[in-house]
DNA sequence: TTAACAATTAACAAAATGTTAATTAAAAAA
DNA sequence: TTTTTTAATTAACATTTTGTTAATTGTTAA
């Protein structure tokens, strides 16, 4: 097509990857768990031999998104690209476009976040080089000078995904398929700041009445784990229960 | 800046403009509140003279995002030149950017939804004529061959709208500063379809309750009106609380 | 006066939540 | 073998919230 539009210089996709890794602190204990973002360090040269714009900072991995596809597919690509992991979840939640964002021009960035569980994040190990790909605790990444305006990016994402662990069943992603209550307390814990998560008795009796996760059962019994317990615990899974929460229908927290 | 990038042809704004009209059903009653949105009708020439993809069609209000601005404030921009109203709250909700959806080449969408009060509405119905703009009750629209892909913008800006409405104080820019129970009844039965609220015992039981907004005073004393009943009502008024809710804390519904 | 009617309020039963204390099961120590 | 220890429950009960039905209130209009 002609130039009859004003058109930018450049559609990228970014994508905020966070994971929660599980600490053995003691055998028969809960591992300690804690929220982690994944990041790149921009290289030198890029592929064609050129110095890199932000080159030597930490930056979200991410790319330019290609004339056939979206950004979603993008990230998705980039995903498979750099991790070599398929299959996560992956979301959109803004869109990064301010003028001067990026020295190279007129870029407007997509920006997602994905959750991967443990196990996602072992294979992407093997792909990467630990120079070029880092995991940080937030307290971590915050020390960072990172590239273009990856740090708001990233902010925005983390609360991105503490609104949607309260609001959804994300934590789901971040959980074997089959985990103990325990697990999921810990993976609330590490973004929310709730005293019905948090005071165990609390959560015990609360946990096996939600909706959106149930028992695990093997030959009609219920399946129990010692993992992290010498007393059996009771394996749980998610089911497809989608729960809606609602100001006018709840007691509220301020 | 040299074409070394893959670029877009284009970068729009896209702005899903909805209000909650009343209609007086009779003295002393609750007006029939409904939900509408705002489209244009694209003219058959641009702004050059040129032949308007799409003329014709009923589409979402927007336009080209200026190289110097963001889509945020390209929103604000073309809401105030197409409506003279400003002041609205914008949100971006999410990207349009499949392959073809614009057959005149590679553009973005950037698609926003609106919250305007009727009184808002009626500033913006003197700066258009009727031909080029209307607001369609959401089955009127439904009906309507959209342009582009905005019907299914349309329908994801009204899934967000009832997400922000059950979850935030979202009710607030459909009503005017000081409002009566029933108001508040109304407009969240235009898209939340729940017992607690549909139920008059219920809601007004528990709406005095709710923390995020107060009853007016005046003098001192509460402050009521007969607007739409006989029996004077108390006016209420939001305040700055936030409320909070979460699947782990509070029951839930499927 | 009385009927009508939206807007409450009252009263009470049913559920859900918060909290403290007990119980359970298996490993590890005595 | 017995006891201790610890995470994972379960029990019990007081406190809050919610759901529901029935009454009350204040005003207009007949």
Same mark, same amino acid.
Not at 2 to 6: E, G, R, V
Not at 63 to 67: C, E, T
Not at 96 to 108: A, N, Q, T, V
Not at 127 to 137: N, Q
């Given at each position: 097509m002609? %130039?009859?539009? *004003?058109t &930018?210089d450049?559609?990228?996709?970014? *994508?905020?990857?966070?994971? *929660? ?5 003691g055998?028969? $204990?809960?591992?300690? !768990?804690?929220? $982690? =973002?994944?990041?790149? !360090? /921009?290289?030198?040269?890029d592929?064609? #031999? %050129? +110095? ?10 991410g ?5 056939e596809?979206?950004a ?16 996560? $979840?992956? $979301?959109?939640f803004?869109v990064?476009? +301010?003028?001067?964002?990026?020295? /190279? #021009?007129?870029? =407007?960035s ?10 996602a994040?072992?294979?992407? !190990?093997k ?6 790909? #880092?995991?940080?605790?937030l ?5 960072l ?11 925005d ?18 959980l074997?398929e089959?985990?103990?209550?325990s697990e ?8 929310l700041?709730?005293?019905?998560i948090?005071?165990?008795a609390?959560?015990? /009796?609360?946990?096996?009445t @939600?909706?959106?996760?149930?028992a695990?059962?093997e030959d009609g019994? &219920?399946?129990? +784990?010692? /993992? ?6 009771? @394996? ?5 229960f989608?729960?809606i929460?609602?100001v006018?229908?709840?007691k509220?927290? #301020?």
């Open positions: 002609n %130039n009859q539009f *004003i &930018p450049g559609y990228t996709s970014d *994508i905020a990857v966070f994971t *929660i890794t599980s600490e053995q602190v055998e028969y $204990k809960p591992p300690k !768990k804690e929220l $982690k =973002i994944m990041l790149i !360090k /921009r290289s030198e040269l592929h064609e #031999g %050129n +110095s890199n714009m932000e080159a030597g900072k930490w930056a979200l991995p790319g330019f998104v290609l004339p596809e979206t979603f597919q993008a990230a998705e690509r980039r995903l498979a690209e750099e991790t070599g992991v398929e299959g996560l $979840k992956i $979301k959109h803004g990064y476009d +301010s003028p001067g964002r990026d020295l /190279r #021009g007129w870029i =407007i997509n920006a997602h976040y994905v959750t991967a569980s443990e196990a994040l072992r294979s992407r !190990k792909t990467y080089d630990a120079s070029e790909i #880092g995991l940080f605790t307290a971590e990444a915050l020390e000078d990172l590239a273009f305006d990856h740090r708001t990016i990233m902010d994402a983390l609360w991105f995904i503490k609104k949607d662990m309260a609001l959804t069943t994300l934590a789901k992603h971040f074997p089959e985990f103990v209550l999921l307390q810990g993976v609330l814990l590490t973004v700041d709730d005293p019905s948090s005071t165990d609390a959560f015990f /009796r609360k946990a096996p @939600l909706p959106f996760i149930e695990v059962l019994k &219920p399946k129990k +784990s010692n /993992r992290y317990s010498k007393t059996p615990a009771q @394996l749980y899974r998610f089911n497809d989608q729960p929460v609602s006018y229908r709840n509220l927290q #301020g």
